[in-house]
């Protein structure tokens, strides 16, 4: 209880400096009151500036997201073990990996746009006829999702597969243990902590990464574009509402994976 | 011909400048049902040498014979117990001691039952979901010693795996050790470098020198069990051991045991 209302001084300070400079400054389309603001979230379903409201946003931008980061999950974890296990995919890949690691993903998504255009999921499966959440979910946007997810989560599995003791694979071999067995009983294991923490730090840079994509021309719609969209027309109010539900959001995201990871890591917080 | 065998066996590791001969014409017999303990100063390659009987490192030259089969890698026939806390972190106990009978192939049901039976044996009872980082080192150990007595091998080869602990949980440790070994009529290799443990454990002592690494002596102990630390005829053999293994030292100018 004491830690959560010490938690609370600074986030208070902030609102009070906050409220004190938009009573002074007297423009709402500079920095509105924080009531009207708070007035906005409290109101998540109510259409905005004609584009939808705040949840429609939230599950666009989620959505990408999601999709996105699947996909990293899903490559980047496989190889991760295959880099992490076997010297050949590591000297195959390590020089490649390190010349785009350093390439922010956001450097990425004029290059994204310019080759995917504007194309979307619902394109592609030719599901033009409905309208549904798919016609949002722009290939670019996803493969810059992708690309600033895969990092993370491809070097936390080849970190936690290249810690895996050699004690422990002894030890299971000594007791009859298979080379499938070591992969499936030892080595996914011992670095599932590790990749878990790619996970989560790979989720958080992938909801990052969504918001700058959407902010470019090309969207409409999208937690990221509302932001934009509503700086355009100075409705100060919903920009600064938008920037508190991702901040939010991201921390829901982050909070989940990390219960995942608290239960899965049980054993390696307390070994020594 | 014993049961395990160790011919001329030759181990040279590779460093980056220098090779280094660890083991050097090493011969070992080991009969069936034997108790032996090995000690020797630090260094001596006594670790190198059960891991080549463990079959996890090739000799460079000379052979290793277990029950008459030539040992190229590891095999059914032996486990190891490490010096260092090995028990998989992320099992509890009853899954760490059932896991070379999963590896067998055998139902979850029977297999429990079986890790269950050893666990008691520790006397562990009730620390069968417990997660090895709730365990003290003593517990640690007695757990990683039934999970390979689950797996049941013709041999049984310990690396110093009480050198952690404190005198009386050692002492206790090594009692037990005994009652199994009269039990399960198992083949121990227990390397250590405490005299006093070996002779309290085994049917027959062994002195190993360094640089390189072989035999030097043999010492028998024919001491009735229970065994009085306190004994003259115990520290007779005390005496005689740390006179040899003194002489080691002296040759090979190291300064420790």
């Known amino acids: ?272 | 011909m014993g049961f395990v065998e160790v011919e001329a066996v030759k181990k040279i590791f590779y460093g980056e400048k220098k090779e280094v001969v660890a083991l050097d014409n090493l011969y070992l017999t080991v009969n069936e049902g034997e108790f032996l303990c090995i000690v020797g100063p630090t260094g001596c390659g006594k670790t190198s040498l059960l891991r080549l009987i463990a079959g996890l490192e090739k000799p460079s030259a000379g052979k290793i014979l277990i029950a008459d089969k030539m040992v190229d890698g590891i095999s059914r026939d032996v486990t190891l117990v490490f010096q260092q806390y090995s028990l998989f972190p992320w099992r509890n106990v009853l899954n760490n001691v059932a896991f070379g009978l999963e590896m067998k192939g055998m139902q979850k049901s029977e297999r429990y039952d079986y890790a269950r039976g050893l666990i008691e044996l520790m006397g562990l009872t009730g620390f069968e979901n417990a997660y090895p980082y709730e365990l003290s080192g003593g517990m640690q150990q007695r757990i990683a010693i039934a999970r390979a007595l689950a797996y049941n091998s013709k041999v049984l080869l310990l690396d110093e795996p009480f050198g952690a602990l404190d005198e009386r949980t050692r002492h206790r440790l090594q009692e037990q050790l005994l009652e199994i070994w009269e039990r399960e009529k198992k083949t121990i290799i227990f390397v250590t470098h405490n005299i006093d443990e070996a002779i309290f454990l085994a049917t027959r002592v062994l002195i190993m020198r360094d640089r390189p690494g072989r035999i030097e002596k043999e010492v028998k102990v024919n001491l009735k069990k229970p065994r009085d630390r306190r004994s003259r005829e115990f520290l007779q053999l005390h005496i005689k051991i740390r006179e040899i293994l003194e002489t080691i030292l002296t040759e090979s100018g190291g300064n420790n045991v």
């Open chain 1, 1 to 272: 209880m004491k830690t959560v209302l010490l938690g609370l001084i600074i986030p208070i300070l902030i609102l009070i400096v906050w409220e004190y400079f938009a009573v002074k400054v007297d423009n709402t389309s500079l920095l509105p009151r924080v009531e009207a603001v708070f007035d906005r979230l409290a109101h998540p379903f109510t259409n905005l500036l004609d584009t939808g409201s705040f949840v429609h946003h939230i599950l666009v931008s989620a959505t990408r997201v999601l999709l996105g980061f699947l996909l990293a999950v899903i490559i980047g974890v496989p190889l991760g073990l295959l880099v992490g296990r076997i010297l050949l995919f590591h000297r195959l890949f390590s020089p490649i990996i390190e010349i785009l690691r350093p390439l922010c993903p956001i450097a990425w998504i004029p290059f994204a746009m310019a080759i995917f255009k504007t194309y979307t999921i619902a394109d592609i499966f030719g599901l033009h006829y409905t309208t549904n959440i798919f016609g949002q979910i722009q290939l670019g946007m996803l493969f810059v999702i992708f690309y600033g997810g895969f990092f993370p989560i491809f070097l936390n599995t080849v970190h936690g597969v290249k810690s895996v003791k050699s004690l422990y694979i002894e030890s299971a071999l000594l007791l009859g243990a298979n080379q499938r067995d070591i992969f499936k009983k030892i080595i996914l294991p011992s670095s599932a902590p590790a990749i878990l923490t790619g996970l989560r730090v790979g989720l958080g840079i992938s909801w990052m990464v969504i918001i700058a994509a959407e902010m470019l021309p090309g969207s409409d719609a999208g937690i990221g574009y509302l932001i934009m969209f509503s700086y355009e027309l100075a409705e100060m109010d919903i920009l600064i509402a938008s920037m508190i539900l991702i901040g939010a959001v991201g921390a829901v995201l982050s909070y989940g994976v990390k219960v995942i990871a608290d239960r899965t890591g049980r054993w390696q917080a307390r070994e020594r």
